[in-house]
């Protein structure tokens, strides 16, 4: 029985609205869920990424969150519990993830590199390729395919990655990155084995290791769930064993560590978080503060002991996979096994008549919020395909995804079978769903702001 391991003391109302209000709404907003107004959505599964409710303890906590400019008593307290569960030597705070990895690219990447990782977030790949070197995706063949089972299909092919190296030459690979959970491939685990091969390989090549971190508490306990020799290993130690085989790791504190705002860097590199502070004080701020508030900071290191609770995680995850399940028992395409943090609808299956140049995915998500009020994602060819730069054609993504990503402890079962019904609804009448066409785009993450039309 998974059941929510808390009670509701506060309460948000949801604004209620009509298909007709909706169709309106979306047309003004040229197509993008980006650009509606989050009242405007019944349930807002768009992230889950600053998106938490907040325990009683995290808000009582803030109350005692130290504004000092400097050597604030809220750094050492987030710095304490970064460190029981990350056990990297340096804590770096920084306002967001991005953040981290705008300020750790741009010291380490220039034009040439090329960086590795299972799958790139967005933002981390835009990162490396604003620094003029290039982001390389090395996941398994099974994590591109969505009906395919594996338990971990996060993982990174480890001989791919020695072939890259080979090829590459170390010299020109600063840095290996690893997704946990693997956001793009599906909210898929990544295995501690695979953690660890990749750490020789790392190491063997004289190459730094860092995992992005935002989602550990979930890898973890997937590692804990499906990985053998891990069933009676507490999440909290699995998370540092996993940490202890990287050099550092970049972190948004917007996931799994229940915070409305934060991230960080952990390094044991003495000089890089040298050079890292130096940067941090000219956009960031102060290396005690990290363009946070002293109470964000004691959010966080409340959140981050919150979220290694294994009768939350169990929840968690449970439900996610009880949400998935509803699903595929309705014959609706998934990922498959569920992830971690989202449901992803494979759209190219839900909607073949509509190929990955008409963004499939895109008018999934728009369908869902005019059925239902419901916004999804688009993780596709709107979000990761590009443009030919001889031809100017679309080169489509990998795969066409609809995320439904989920607040964490924020909705309720009666919620996602209220967003399952909504899904079977636009299901049944899928083959009325047409595909869409561009009318506006931004050079880079174009799916923030671009425009629509049907066709
Ligand atoms: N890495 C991963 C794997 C992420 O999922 C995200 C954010 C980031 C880095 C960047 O962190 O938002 O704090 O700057 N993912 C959000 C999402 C935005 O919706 O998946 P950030």
Redesign the pocket.
């Known amino acids: 029985m998974i059941f929510e391991p808390f009670r509701i003391k506060m309460v948000e109302p949801i604004r209620l609205t009509t298909r007709e209000e909706r169709e309106r709404l979306l047309g003004e907003a040229g197509g993008n869920v980006f650009l509606l107004r989050a009242e405007d959505c019944l349930i807002d599964l ?5 998106t938490s409710a907040m325990s009683q303890d995290q808000w009582a906590a803030m109350m005692q969150g130290d504004e000092s400019y400097a050597g604030a008593k809220s750094f050492f307290r987030f710095e304490a519990a970064v460190k029981e569960i990350f056990g990297f030597a340096h804590v770096i705070p920084t306002h ?4 981290s ?1 705008r300020i750790l690219f741009s010291t380490v990447a220039r034009p040439g590199h090329r960086i590795p990782s299972n799958t790139h ?1 967005d ?2 790949r835009a990162n490396i390729e604003v620094t003029g070197a290039e982001a390389v995706d090395l996941v398994i063949p099974e994590g591109r395919e969505p009906a395919t089972i594996h338990p971990f299909k996060g993982n990174m092919d480890t001989a791919a990655l020695e072939r890259f190296i080979a090829e590459t030459g170390r010299g020109n690979v600063p840095l290996i990155m690893l ?1 946990v959970t693997n ?1 793009s491939g599906g909210g898929q685990p990544v295995s501690m084995a695979c953690v660890r091969e990749v750490s020789r390989i790392a190491r063997a090549n004289t190459i730094p290791f860092y995992i ?1 971190a ?2 550990f508490a979930e890898n973890s306990y997937f590692v804990q769930q499906r990985e053998p020799g891990y069933a009676n290993r507490p999440v909290r130690e699995i998370a540092r064993e996993m940490f202890a085989l990287a050099d550092g790791c ?1 972190m ?1 504190a ?2 799994d560590a229940f915070a409305n705002i934060g ?1 960080f860097i952990g390094t044991n590199d003495d000089d890089l978080a040298r050079r890292l502070k130096d940067l941090l004080i000219l956009s960031e701020g102060y290396p005690t503060y990290g363009g946070l508030a002293g109470r964000d900071l004691d959010a966080i290191a409340v959140g981050l002991r919150e979220v290694v609770d294994e009768d939350y995680l169990r929840y968690r995850i449970g439900s996610t996979k009880a949400f998935g399940d509803r699903l595929i028992e309705a014959g609706i395409p998934i990922v498959e096994p569920t992830g971690g943090h989202a449901v992803y609808l494979d759209a190219k299956a839900f909607l073949p008549h509509i190929p990955p140049a008409h963004f499939p995915g895109q008018a999934l998500a728009c369908a869902l919020y005019v059925e239902g009020g419901v916004r999804g ?1 688009e993780i596709g060819s709107v979000m990761f395909g590009r443009k030919d730069p001889r031809t100017g054609r679309e080169i489509p993504a990998a795969m066409e995804l609809v995320r439904l ?1 989920l607040p964490r402890r924020v909705y309720t079962r009666s919620h996602l079978d209220y967003v399952a019904d909504s899904i079977v609804a636009v299901f049944r009448r899928r083959e009325g769903v047409r595909g869409l066409r561009i009318t506006y785009e931004a050079p880079f993450l174009r799916h923030f702001t671009a425009r629509f039309a049907e066709l």
């Open positions: 768009l992230t889950d990424s600053g967001q993830g991005r953040a990895e977030f933002t981390t997704t956001n992005d935002c989602r970049t948004s917007k996931k991230g994602v990503a």
